[in-house]
């Protein structure tokens, strides 16, 4: 299966995890992404996340250790203020795979219990959380920092810190496989931030 096979199954067996109603975006609209159109607004989209890394840097320093709270941070920046449609830029959660090796060895069982538990905000998250672009792109925001914090790679000064990735990525597929579990925009506020009590989360979370 591809990538996009892979996501597009994630959102339908978002049932498991989170109440139906709760989908703002329909299965249709995700599936109605093409590949090649994707592509070519996918590098548009590339600029705006790297953008917005490079002030998350300058502000808050490196997402080493906080894969969904950058790519949360990133996904309603772009959907509240750079007019980003929500079926454009779906929250992804599950694992990825550096030379074969998953760093999370996340499943539906061990997602569903981090789900369950609710907010532990002294327990780090185990599973992986990055940005999906029209079905098919990739935007992981923190990936690289983990990695070099690991020293399973050396991130360098001048290299792009954003992994913009899908099947056909030559220059990554040998390295990195993302294995998508759920689609959940609102995954942030079920297990890390202060939901409806939280000022910005009362905004995103009453979004029509």
Same mark, same amino acid.
């Given at each position: 299966?591809?990538?996009?096979?892979?996501?597009?199954?994630?959102?339908?067996?978002?049932?498991?995890?989170?109440?139906?109603?709760?989908?703002? @975006?329909?299965?249709?609209?995700?599936?109605?992404?093409?590949? &090649?159109? #994707?592509?070519?607004?996918?590098?548009?989209?590339?600029?705006?996340?790297?953008?917005?890394?490079?002030?998350?840097?300058?502000?808050?320093?490196?997402? $080493?250790?906080?894969?969904?709270? @950058?790519?949360?941070?990133?996904?309603? /920046? #772009?959907?509240?203020?750079? *007019?980003?449609? $929500?079926? &454009?830029?779906?929250?992804?959660?599950?694992?990825?795979?550096?030379?074969?090796? +998953?760093?999370?060895?996340?499943?539906? %069982?061990?997602?569903?219990?981090?789900?369950? %538990?609710?907010? @532990?905000? &002294?327990?780090?998250?185990?599973?992986?959380? +990055?940005?999906?672009?029209?079905? *098919?792109?990739?935007?992981?925001?923190?990936?690289?920092?983990?990695?070099?914090?690991?020293?399973?790679?050396?991130?360098?000064? %001048?290299?792009?810190?954003?992994?913009?990735?899908?099947?056909?990525?030559?220059? /990554?597929? +040998?390295?990195? $496989?993302?294995?998508?579990?759920?689609?959940?925009?609102?995954?942030?506020?079920?297990?890390?931030?202060?939901?409806?009590?939280?000022?910005?989360?009362?905004? +995103?979370?009453?979004?029509?």
């Amino acid at each position: 299966m591809s990538y996009r096979d892979d996501f597009l199954q994630a959102f339908q067996n978002r049932a498991k995890f989170v109440p139906a109603e709760q989908a703002r @975006v329909r299965y249709q609209d995700l599936a109605g992404f093409g590949l &090649e159109r #994707a592509h070519q607004n996918s590098r548009d989209f590339h600029e705006f996340t790297h953008q917005f890394l490079m002030s998350w840097l300058y502000t808050r320093g490196a997402p $080493e250790s906080a894969c969904h709270n @950058v790519s949360c941070s990133a996904m309603m /920046t #772009a959907i509240l203020q750079a *007019n980003y449609a $929500e079926d &454009e830029v779906s929250l992804t959660i599950g694992d990825v795979a550096f030379r074969g090796e +998953w760093m999370y060895k996340v499943s539906t %069982e061990s997602l569903q219990k981090i789900i369950e %538990e609710g907010r @532990v905000y &002294e327990k780090s998250l185990d599973c992986h959380v +990055w940005l999906t672009y029209r079905s *098919n792109h990739v935007f992981d925001l923190s990936v690289l920092y983990n990695l070099n914090k690991r020293r399973w790679y050396s991130l360098k000064a %001048e290299e792009d810190p954003v992994i913009y990735w899908n099947d056909q990525s030559e220059v /990554t597929k +040998w390295e990195l $496989e993302y294995k998508p579990i759920l689609v959940d925009n609102d995954f942030f506020f079920r297990v890390d931030g202060l939901g409806s009590e939280d000022p910005l989360g009362k905004i +995103w979370l009453s979004r029509p």
